[in-house]
């Protein structure tokens, strides 16, 4: 726990988002995200308090910040003072091109009131809001990975050989693969996998959007999103337990699945390829673990 109004604060190339991202976008984040920073601001925000916050910024801002993330999940209150110096730096940060979000707003209500008296229609532009801190770091990625270049088209479908499962197969190792899969296509909305049901497949994303979510509809958690050219539910393949997790079609999906009846036969016919496969599933589980350890440093 820090001292004064800022309670946390860490920048994207350390934490990032939930979005699953590719290889190159997660290299691209990890030497640019500096850029992004999340002040996590806590208590009764003064204007005392709040200058340690504004100094923390400005420093921040001296190495390169192009983002700014203010967290007010954990407030208490917020003075009319307090409200006017945020406002002053926020105004100050756009004047120069940076690019600002506001998590949990409900908890500061004053300060979006002050934003809409003093700037009417053009409050958007310069408060813009976000339920939690995740979908705004989502925002700032795609605007940072946008600004270095990096587009990705969500409309188009990916071909076997992009998907960094299958690095290093070769094509004859791919068509080997590619005839033991079938295919589906799923509708917006539409669930892909329930919670608690049997896992028999793996999925390769070809076309779309998917979210990975948890819990109930009153308390639900986004665990993760994954575009085409990715794949999900691998734990089907490594210990065919209940499925932990629902995932539902964020736009129209269409998928290749590989089934475990169809890993199993692939051992027996072509264990070469099975095991290159296998070892792709565990060097992208193994990045996703450094990845959580990383963050779970950041907040410990």
């Avoid at 976008?25 to 002040?39: F, N, P, W």
């Avoid at 299958?166 to 899969?181: D, K, N, P, Q, T």
């Amino acid at each position: 726990m820090r001292d004064g109004a800022v309670r946390l604060s860490f920048d994207g190339s350390r934490v990032n988002s939930h979005r699953v991202r590719s290889t190159e976008e997660m290299a691209l984040l990890k030497t640019r995200g500096r850029s992004i920073v999340v002040l996590q601001l806590q208590g009764n925000l003064t204007f005392s308090s709040m200058e340690a916050a504004v100094h923390e910024v400005l420093e921040r801002e001296a190495t390169g910040l192009e983002f700014l993330i203010l967290d007010f999940g954990h407030v208490l209150s917020i003075n009319s003072c307090a409200a006017r110096l945020v406002f002053e730096l926020v105004c100050g940060l756009a004047a120069e091109g940076k690019s600002l979000a506001f998590t949990h707003p409900e908890k500061a209500s004053l300060l979006g009131r002050v934003f809409r008296t003093k700037l009417g229609d053009g409050a958007s532009d310069v408060f813009r809001t976000f339920e939690d801190n995740d979908s705004a770091l989502e925002y700032c990625e795609d605007c940072l990975l946008e600004r270095l270049g990096f587009v990705h088209s969500e409309g188009e479908s990916a071909a076997l050989a992009e998907f960094e499962l299958l690095e290093g197969f070769s094509e004859e190792e791919i068509s080997i693969l590619s005839a033991g899969l079938g295919s589906r296509k799923f509708g917006k909305g539409e669930v892909i996998i329930e919670v608690g049901t049997e896992a028999r497949e793996l999925f390769l994303l070809k076309k779309g959007r998917v979210i990975v979510w948890v819990g109930t509809n009153g308390a639900r958690k986004r665990l993760a999103t994954f575009s085409s050219g990715m794949f999900f539910g691998e734990m089907a393949l490594i210990d065919r337990s209940p499925r932990s997790a629902t995932i539902l079609a964020d736009s129209a999906v269409e998928c290749e699945m590989l089934t475990v009846e169809a890993l199993d036969q692939l051992g027996v016919e072509h264990p070469g390829v099975k095991i290159k496969l296998l070892e792709n599933l565990s060097r992208g589980l193994s990045r996703k673990l450094r990845k959580a350890n990383v963050e779970l440093s950041v907040f410990e």
